[in-house]
């Protein structure tokens, strides 16, 4: 079975609108590990005004779910990131301290709003780059502009800014018309990573097995591991090995 990475997801308990409990965490990891996945970035919300756990919080619960996954699931590894809502002092933010990289790496999981207009992504991209950091946008497929213009979402990833879509959307849990786009950009090679998004038992579950099938059934297996595995492990996976060298 291929080593499936979830490059984005909020299963890490006590900090957002996740799982609140440790025990839940660890319910939702092995759905994960029981559909192949194999490593999980844990990327909680930081959100003025909405989502601001201290760091320090957010470090030590990812520190105690990784001791309890060791001993339960010790070959899933677990990395730690946030998603980080985009507001003009971002930059700032991040390098405050109060947010989160991708595990310690220069790439940063960036939200923008729904409604953000094309000048606005792109102004803040470029802010982000010049400041040394790798964006990867956070569900692409949500942004109105990026769904009305492909040709953005090229613009976007020649610039350099990796293109993360929701597992969920992918699928068509979102609707016909967010499956067809992501289906698109497929096609069109504008994809680098998947994420669940998973949040609970409940609500918006993990489903990155169902993804996997679909993604292979309608482009083949290669493409299925080129997104799911091979790019995660040539990109943030190599920076972090990178910092140990």
Not at 6 to 11: S, W
Not at 91 to 98: A, C, H, M, S
Request: glycine share 6%.
């Amino acid at each position: 079975m291929p080593e499936f990475f979830d490059m984005h997801c909020h299963l890490l308990f006590g900090v957002d609108d996740g799982p609140k409990q440790l025990e839940e965490t660890l319910t939702l990891l092995r759905q994960e590990y029981d559909a192949g996945v194999r490593t999980v970035y844990l990327t909680p919300h930081y959100r003025k005004n909405m989502f601001e756990c201290p760091a320090d919080t957010v470090q030590a619960n990812f520190d105690a779910l990784r001791d309890r996954v060791k001993q339960e699931l010790p070959d899933l590894k677990l990395r730690l990131g946030c998603e980080i809502h985009v507001y003009m002092d971002t930059v700032e933010e991040i390098k405050n301290g109060r947010c989160h990289t991708m595990a310690g790496t220069e790439f940063v999981l960036l939200e923008f709003p729904e409604a953000a207009e094309k000048k606005y992504i792109l102004e803040r991209c470029h802010a982000v780059m010049n400041k040394g950091y790798a964006p990867i946008m956070a569900h692409a497929e949500r942004c109105g502009a990026i769904r009305k213009d492909t040709e953005l979402l090229r613009r976007l990833v020649d610039m350099g800014v990796y293109i993360q879509m929701s597992a969920g959307s992918i699928i068509g849990e979102e609707g016909f018309f967010w499956k067809q786009f992501c289906k698109k950009a497929m096609q069109q090679d504008l994809l680098h990573f998947v994420g669940s998004d998973a949040h609970g038992l409940k609500e918006r579950k993990v489903n990155i097995g169902k993804c996997a099938a679909y993604i292979e059934k309608i482009m083949g297996a290669d493409y299925r591991d080129q997104i799911m595995r091979v790019n995660p492990m040539e990109t943030v996976e190599r920076s972090i090995a990178n910092r140990y060298e």
